[in-house]
């Protein structure tokens, strides 16, 4: 398996611009985190899913960001529009299942830069 | 506010030390994992230990939980370069089913 695989890898915009990251979790896992990291707030969990449903959206920091799962191999979180302090690295992470315990994959990333 | 917090925020040891990681919660949890996180890659997961069990190991890494004193250790004994890395607990909330992470520990090990 490739793992989970996130697009892209770096992404520079400038404010005012929407901003789309996407995910494609590993084959058979049910659940899908997106989180967001930076130097001031460590890693933050912005919303998860399972099978597909959105169950805990309570991270997202504002209505400027969406997340939608319309499958089960493809996610997306949308910031529309983007502001410089949503520059971050955002990561992906799924798990086989949110009944069990709960270990997470990463994917790689996205280094997300708003001018 | 932050569910884990990892003690040291820094540790800087020579190559064949042991490396010694603390992390402390507040909530109840089901379960509590560490993790590594390289320069620029994601998180991987390196062991899981679960509320009712004190101690767990695998390969150089030993993990320990003491659910009294909501605090978990990491050790890793005889460090190698490699080792080099930002090392993160997660707690597993009890009905929450998420994980909540620490700020980490910024490991560096010295040739």
């Known amino acids: 398996d490739a793992g989970v695989i996130q697009s892209p890898r770096h992404e520079v915009t400038e404010m005012g611009q929407e901003v789309t990251l996407r995910c494609k979790p590993i084959s058979g896992h049910n659940s899908l985190f997106w989180y967001r990291q930076t130097m001031m707030r460590g890693l933050e969990l912005l919303i998860y899913f399972n099978n597909n449903v959105p169950i805990d959206d309570s991270g997202m920091p504002e209505d400027r960001f969406s997340a939608k799962m319309p499958n089960a191999s493809f996610s997306t979180l949308k910031i529309q529009p983007s502001e410089p302090r949503d520059s971050a690295v955002y990561f992906c992470?799924?798990?086989?299942?949110?009944?069990?315990?709960?270990?997470?994959?990463f994917g790689a990333g996205s280094r997300l830069t708003v001018l | 506010s932050q569910q884990g917090e990892e003690d040291p925020q820094a540790l800087s040891i020579q190559e064949g030390e042991n490396a010694t990681m603390n992390c402390s919660y507040k909530t109840s949890i089901n379960n509590l994992q560490w993790y590594r996180q390289n320069s620029g890659r994601g998180l991987v997961h390196l062991i899981l230990?679960?509320?009712?069990?004190r101690e767990k190991h695998s390969g150089r890494l030993r993990v320990t939980l003491d659910t009294s004193k909501k605090s978990s250790s990491l050790l890793i004994t005889a460090s190698r370069a490699a080792d080099t890395a930002s090392y993160f607990c997660?707690?597993?909330?009890?009905?929450?089913?998420?994980?909540?992470f620490g700020q980490g520990t910024r490991l560096t090990i010295n040739p």
């Open positions: 997660a707690t597993d909330l009890q009905g929450a089913q998420k994980l909540v």
């Open positions: 230990i679960r509320s009712n069990e």
């Open positions: 992470a799924s798990s086989p299942d949110l009944s069990g315990a709960n270990v997470l994959t």
